[in-house]
């Protein structure tokens, strides 16, 4: 027996194989390297024979030069925060393709002059919205609130307070907090009513001389029941003080932008507006089903004071989100509203079919079955919305293999089973789905 480590080939000879070469051209010579290195340390440790190195760094090369990972989002959340909220539409990334070279996205190439940046994005978002007299768009949700806290509430003017309810003080996630957001640009909260009731009564003595706007919170992400109480809009937009209306804001959260049947409790763009709003806020990546943005939808001079302000430029967003959020607007159906069209038979005969693909002695190791299963939107929005849906069961000991499988697939525990919920997956990846999991029952050891 030869000693393993005078075998093992050297770093140069390694790298001249030819895939490896086409590698480095795709993926950088770093990541190539690390491959290598890797595989040559389990030569040392004879692990792999001299001769194999070259393939095991080849099979061992990183997808893409990023270190993200595409994931099969079976846990039945439609818009899952952890694996990045909205999967875009296939239009949306051909058009982030597109738009990632040198692109037209501040040009009118008809005159060669400079052109309104992001001009039909912005115009796709106007047509979607048409009770919207002026749209923007910035980096997030928390930017658009940001945006508009700063440039309303700066108190130049002396009106410096920003009356909202105490039951719409809203944590986001991941420990960050409107109420905080809004302060940090220099804004002073004036809370009125409790956790559990607010009325039309407790604005209106709030509002003062200070008062720069009254800003109604879409709870999104929570739900109080019981005795509970808060002003519609449609009230909020008409408080006057001094001869002058208040401005309303609604930070409508989710990004739907007209009613949806089957969320009929989750406010939307066009409806705020319709009920008085001045100024809609929402994200881009929730139910929208777009990339991550804040849409800024509402009257059209209070629009262009926010988009003209210097804070506005350090919230900008890049071409590649004005690319896929045109897409969005006005491509097919993304994949976030496609999965709250389906329904709960449509999505057995898919879990079936899946099930159905497997040999009959998997099916009975696994104790495989359909089951009915409830789904959720996710993302903070709809809280307590059941989607109708369907799973495939299995035992809950494959939850770990699959997510460290490859592509990983992400389900849901409950009560002891592992739930792969079809409702957030693209039917394109059930075939996928079923694959991943032939192929770690193959290595399960109950
Ligand atoms: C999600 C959400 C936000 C924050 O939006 P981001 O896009 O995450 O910055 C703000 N308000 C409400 C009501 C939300 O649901």
């Known amino acids: ?25 795709r993926l950088g010579p770093g990541l190539v390297k690390q491959a290598v290195a890797r595989a040559q340390e389990q030569c040392r440790a004879g692990d792999v024979a001299p001769e194999d190195v070259a393939d095991v760094a080849v099979a061992s090369l990183p997808e893409s030069a990023s270190s993200l990972r595409r994931v099969l989002n079976a846990t039945g959340v439609v818009v ?25 996205v501040e040009l009118d190439l008809a005159t060669g002059r400079r052109g309104r940046r992001g001009r039909r994005a912005l115009d796709a978002l106007g047509a979607a919205v048409p009770d919207a007299g002026g749209v923007h768009v910035v980096n997030n949700g ?21 009356v909202i309810a105490r039951g719409e003080l809203v944590e986001i996630g991941d420990g960050f907090r409107i109420p905080e957001l809004m302060e940090s640009v220099g804004a002073r909260l004036r809370e009125v009513g409790t956790t559990n009731r607010v009325h039309l009564r407790d604005y209106t003595s709030a509002v003062d001389d200070t008062t720069a706007f009254v ?19 449609r009230e909020l937009a008409g408080i006057t003080h001094a001869g002058r209306r208040v401005p309303l804001v609604v930070d409508i959260g989710s990004g739907l932008l007209a009613h949806h049947p089957r969320l009929p409790d989750e406010p939307d763009a066009a409806g705020a507006l319709r009920a008085g709003a001045d100024l809609v806020t929402a994200s881009g990546d929730k139910l929208l089903g777009g990339p991550q943005a804040g849409l800024l939808l509402g009257e059209a001079g209070l629009v262009e004071r926010l988009r003209r302000d210097p804070f506005a430029r350090a919230l900008r967003v890049d071409k590649l989100t004005l690319a896929a959020l045109e ?22 005969a898919r879990a079936q079919a899946v099930v159905a693909a497997w040999p009959a002695d998997v099916v009975a190791a696994l104790d495989a079955e359909v089951v009915d299963s409830a789904g959720a939107v996710g993302g903070g929005g709809a809280p307590g919305v059941e989607l109708p849906s369907a799973a495939i069961s299995l035992p809950e000991r494959l939850a770990a293999p699959l997510r460290a499988g490859d592509p990983p697939v992400l389900g849901r525990t409950v009560r002891g089973r592992l739930l792969l919920d079809l409702l957030a997956l693209d039917p394109a990846d059930d075939a996928t789905l079923a694959d991943a999991v032939r192929r770690v029952a193959g290595a399960d050891r109950p």
């Open 1 to 25: 027996m030869p000693d393993p480590r005078r075998a093992t080939p050297r770093t140069d000879q390694v790298l001249a194989d030819e895939r490896l070469v086409v590698a480095a051209g």
């Open 80 to 104: 899952h925060t952890n694996l990045g909220r909205a999967p875009l539409s296939e239009a949306a990334v051909e058009a982030v393709r597109t738009a990632a070279g040198a692109t037209d």
């Open 142 to 162: 928390a930017a658009a609130l940001a945006l508009v806290t700063r440039v309303l509430a700066r108190g130049d003017d002396g009106r410096d307070t920003v």
């Open 215 to 233: 800003l109604k919170v879409h709870p999104s992400n929570f739900a109080v029941t019981g005795f509970a109480s808060s002003v519609p809009a």
């Open 327 to 348: 897409a969005t607007l006005a491509g097919p159906l993304p994949p976030v509203p496609a999965a709250l069209g389906r329904s709960a038979g449509d999505l057995r």
